[in-house]
């Protein structure tokens, strides 16, 4: 739409250099969308290769289990989170964060566990996994989220996989696949 002057015509008509503002938001919301695409492709080139994505998807297949022990795997988790950054407690009120037993904070366990579950699932389908990353993204940014807390999940993520796999945990490995996702996030927010 064009905006319409005293006089007849459009601010666009009498002045050719005129830019609207719908136009400018519209243009930085494309070019954001853009950049953080560009990121998240430069992301994807990382060290995260075919036969680590393969052993990664494998061993959390084993690891995620079922629901119940899912929830218990969780809990270990946010143990491990809160004992690294107990600040982070405030984050999570709408949840019940200082009570990791509640319902509430249960629920929140599995919507995360789902949410990397995705990602993992998605390690072979780069498009795919560029627009769960942007979705995660837009969603953690919205919620100020500070880019610190994504290497204190991945380090806690870490320490608890390797507790519960045992050897033939891959430190290495799950790193590569892991920065991948926290990093991408890290980039954009």
């Given at each position: 739409?064009t905006?319409?002057?005293?006089?007849?015509?459009?601010?666009?008509?009498?002045?050719?250099g005129?830019?609207?503002k719908?136009?400018?938001?519209?243009?930085a919301?494309?070019?954001?969308?853009?950049?953080?695409?560009?990121?998240?492709?430069?992301?994807?080139?990382?060290?995260?290769?075919?036969l680590?994505?393969?052993?990664?998807?494998?061993?959390?297949?084993?690891?995620?289990?079922?629901?119940?022990?899912?929830?218990?795997?969780g809990?270990?988790?946010?143990?491990?989170?809160?004992?690294?950054?107990?600040?982070?407690?405030k984050?999570?009120?709408?949840v019940?964060?200082?009570?990791?037993?509640?319902?509430?904070f249960?629920?929140?366990?599995?919507?995360?566990?789902?949410?990397?579950?995705?990602?993992?699932?998605?390690?072979?389908?780069?498009?795919?996994?560029k627009?769960?990353?942007?979705?995660?993204?837009?969603?953690?940014?919205?919620?100020?989220?500070?880019?610190?807390?994504?290497?204190?999940?991945?380090?806690?993520?870490e320490?608890?996989l390797?507790?519960?796999?045992?050897?033939t945990f891959?430190?290495?490995?799950?790193?590569?696949?892991?920065?991948?996702f926290?990093?991408?996030?890290?980039?954009?927010i």
């Amino acid at each position: 739409k064009t905006e319409k002057i005293e006089g007849g015509g459009s601010l666009e008509a009498k002045h050719p250099g005129y830019i609207s503002k719908r136009y400018e938001e519209r243009m930085a919301t494309f070019l954001s969308l853009c950049a953080t695409f560009c990121l998240i492709s430069v992301s994807l080139g990382s060290d995260c290769d075919t036969l680590d994505r393969l052993l990664v998807k494998q061993q959390w297949a084993d690891t995620y289990g079922t629901e119940s022990t899912r929830i218990e795997f969780g809990q270990v988790l946010w143990r491990a989170i809160f004992n690294k950054a107990p600040e982070a407690k405030k984050l999570f009120d709408r949840v019940n964060g200082n009570d990791i037993n509640s319902p509430e904070f249960k629920g929140h366990i599995a919507r995360v566990y789902g949410g990397l579950d995705r990602l993992i699932s998605l390690l072979d389908d780069q498009s795919a996994l560029k627009a769960d990353l942007h979705h995660l993204t837009v969603q953690h940014k919205t919620m100020n989220v500070s880019t610190s807390y994504f290497d204190v999940f991945r380090e806690a993520l870490e320490e608890t996989l390797a507790a519960k796999i045992g050897p033939t945990f891959q430190r290495n490995t799950w790193d590569a696949c892991l920065l991948l996702f926290t990093k991408t996030i890290q980039h954009i927010i």
